[in-house]
């Protein structure tokens, strides 16, 4: 098992910055790499930004590409989203997963964190 626990989310205003933590425990050596997924209301889920542990590698998603940078700190097992010239459109639940396997060059995520908020007003 891997736990994950999110924080950082908070309440700001169009054109802040807010920084994201995920911390990983338990069976964390099972884990090849992290993402971000968020949820809005009334909408489904979507892919943020991941990031492999060893390489480093990341990918993000179009709407926050330039905006977004993930990063990640292997020896305490977090990984970071800071989030630079938020949007209202980027308001949502933020979520970070842990992915066991890869399969056809995609992180497949078996382990979710609760999720923390993110509410940007205008």
């Known amino acids: 098992q891997v736990q994950l626990v999110e924080s950082g989310g908070g309440l700001v205003k169009a054109g802040d910055s807010l920084r994201l933590s995920c911390k990983a425990s338990?069976?964390?050596?099972?884990?090849?790499?992290m993402g971000w997924f968020r949820q809005a209301p009334g909408k489904e889920r979507e892919f943020v930004a991941n990031i492999s542990w060893i390489a480093g590698r990341a990918d993000y998603a179009d709407s926050v590409k330039d905006r977004f940078t993930i990063t990640r700190e292997n020896g305490k097992k977090v990984v970071f989203l800071d989030m630079n010239s938020l949007k209202t459109e980027d308001t949502a639940v933020y979520y970070c997963?842990?992915?066991?396997?890869?399969?056809?060059?995609?992180?497949?995520?078996?382990?979710w964190g609760q999720g923390t908020r993110v509410t940007v007003s205008s």
């Open positions: 338990g069976r964390t050596l099972s884990s090849l790499g």
């Open positions: 997963a842990s992915a066991g396997a890869v399969h056809a060059g995609q992180f497949e995520y078996n382990y």
